[in-house]
């Protein structure tokens, strides 16, 4: 069975960083490219990002709105992808996903909700 | 980066109706499209992709077609369970990926 479980969610300051992880079951990690998606409350889904998996270079690529701020990175040995998130902004209060996937994405975790406010 | 615009925003239906779900493109995305339910709570779910190939376990009652620029999401005839907000996406021009804003399905 797939399973994709995000964590590392709460609430942090404006300015302040935060490291989400998605761990990961059920599938070959390593041959997969991952993704993040958030969607704010009460908002619909924004793509945020995604990495490649290593056989295509383990590259990423970036939504404008968190380009040079947030940075997708993976442990093909654990099973993990992180989206470390620094200079944190109000805007990117949201619930975070991990879906897998490069272009459309067929399985979802359950989210971790990041909440920016001082 | 291609806008992604749905119709209706709410679509009221009586189970056991159609529903016709519109997406349309800023421009053409070829047939790099997906279709997504959420239900309230919930974390998204393929439906479709490729424009009309059904995801894995997604019942024949959901079919999807167009390509291009315009693109329908059709649910032949409504179950309780199907009530939700259905999105959909491109991914034939990157970055971004974009989604559409989502058309509510409602019970009537």
């Known amino acids: 069975e797939v399973q994709l479980v995000e964590s590392g969610g709460g609430l942090v300051q404006p300015g302040r960083s935060l490291r989400l992880s998605c761990t990961t079951s059920g599938f070959s990690f390593g041959d997969s490219a991952m993704s993040w998606v958030r969607q704010a409350p009460g908002k619909g889904l924004e793509w945020v990002g995604f990495i490649r998996s290593k056989a295509y270079g383990g590259t990423t690529e970036y939504a404008a709105s968190v380009k040079g701020r947030f940075t997708i990175s993976r442990d093909d040995f654990k099973s993990i992808a992180y989206l470390q998130m620094n200079s944190l902004k109000t805007e990117d209060t949201a619930m975070y996903y991990c879906p897998r996937g490069i272009d459309y994405f067929d399985y979802w975790g359950q989210g971790t909700l990041v909440t920016v406010s001082s | 980066e291609i806008v992604m615009t749905q119709s209706p925003a709410t679509l009221s239906v009586s189970p056991g109706e159609r529903a016709t779900l519109s997406c349309r493109a800023s421009q053409s995305v070829s047939s790099n499209l997906a279709w997504y339910q959420q239900k309230p709570g919930q974390t998204p779910r393929l439906l479709i992709y490729g424009a009309s190939t059904r995801a894995t376990g997604i019942p024949a009652r959901f079919s999807g077609s167009g390509s291009g620029t315009e693109f329908t999401l059709t649910i032949s005839s409504l179950q309780s369970e199907d009530f939700a907000v259905y999105y959909c996406?491109?991914?034939?021009?990157?970055?971004?990926?974009?989604f559409g804003q989502g058309t509510k399905v409602e019970i009537k």
């Open positions: 996406q491109q991914y034939n021009n990157w970055p971004p990926w974009t």
